[in-house]
């Protein structure tokens, strides 16, 4: 990582300072983006700037995309109770994860080719996310090298692995991540095949480009000429399994978490395997098409790991309210996927950071209208029921 705070910024305005608290700092990124004052805005920023097909692999499901719905549904049914005559304006959204502060409890989730999205691909949002002060979990699928990467961050970087076929090359890039300077390891385990994402293959079927520019961290790699099904990829490991989980526990030195669990037995499997966290995802419900929504899968995983690691959740955040709800119900952190994404479509690494400020901004003005001026505040009581 490198130390200089705003060194080699180059998408950025030079007159750009790193978001302090939105509530006091409340001073906008010049440009475009600017004008967005939700996640929505930027989502139809994104589809005006991006051709189709673009557009449909990043906002597409599986199959009917009912998951999808259900992610953002489960957290617009939670009430909230507001708390009136706290004081309100001195609110510390910072968290300790893995022994690193976060000033707010949001990263930026693993997305594959970000380079299909903006031509500077994960290097702008690389750029956004140490602007706003976020960690970013670059994904196996990235457009570009981790080196490159870990260069401009000013935050750390996160790994997501997906295990391939070729264990040796799996192997090495987990040790190429880690001498990358990577902090933590998530392992996706939710994919043995992915589901049948149709609006991503109308798009291609109808010549719409939706692929980035090659995938660097893949280089070298041995596919498989012949696969069990043409339902599984010819790189990614189907046959993953909890002996594997030892495997990559022998080899790994940062934190090691697995992304992907929905189901409580599994998550206390992963205890016992010695995993160190957990991340409750349905993959933004571009997998298993009517699995249950995360943050409704969410309860029952944090009573099952009754605090023994950290539990983080992802799919459907878009709003600071999102954010609390699932803080609320005994996540350590959430991670956003699409959301950023709209940000790099319409605006590069402005646009990444302008994501992160609005998130940041609302989970504030959330805090203070639930009386809650601190994360360790936030509680089943924030709760109607
Ligand atoms: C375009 C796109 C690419 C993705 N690529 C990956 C990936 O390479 N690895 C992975 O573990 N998850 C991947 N995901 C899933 C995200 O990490 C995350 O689980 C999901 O996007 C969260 O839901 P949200 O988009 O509603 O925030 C991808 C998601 C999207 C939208």
Redesign the pocket.
Known sequence: MSTGALAGVSMLPANAKPLASAVQDDVPIPGSVDKALNIWDLKAMAKERLTEGHFA???GGAADEIT?RW?REGFDKIRLRPKVLIDPTQIDTSTILFGQKLAYPVLL?????HRSTHPDGELATARGAGHANATM?L???SSTAIEEVVKVATQPIWF?L?VMRDRPFTRDLVLRAQAAGATAL?V?VD?ATTGPRNRQTRGRQRGLPSGGRGLPLLQGMKRSTSVESDIFSTSRDPNLTWKDIEWLRSFTQVPLLL??ILDSADAERAIQEGVDGL?V??????NLDTSQATIEALPEIVEKVDGRIPVLI?????RGTDIFKALALGAKAV?????Y?YGLAAGGAPGVSRVLEILRRELEMTMASTGRTSIAQIDRSVFWS
């Open positions: 692999h990043i906002v999808v992610n989730g693993p997305t594959g080719g979990v994904s196996t699928v997501q997906y998530c996706t994919t992304k992907g991340i995802s349905n993959h933004g419900g571009r992802d799919g459907g955040i878009r991670l956003i996927g699409r959301p994404r």
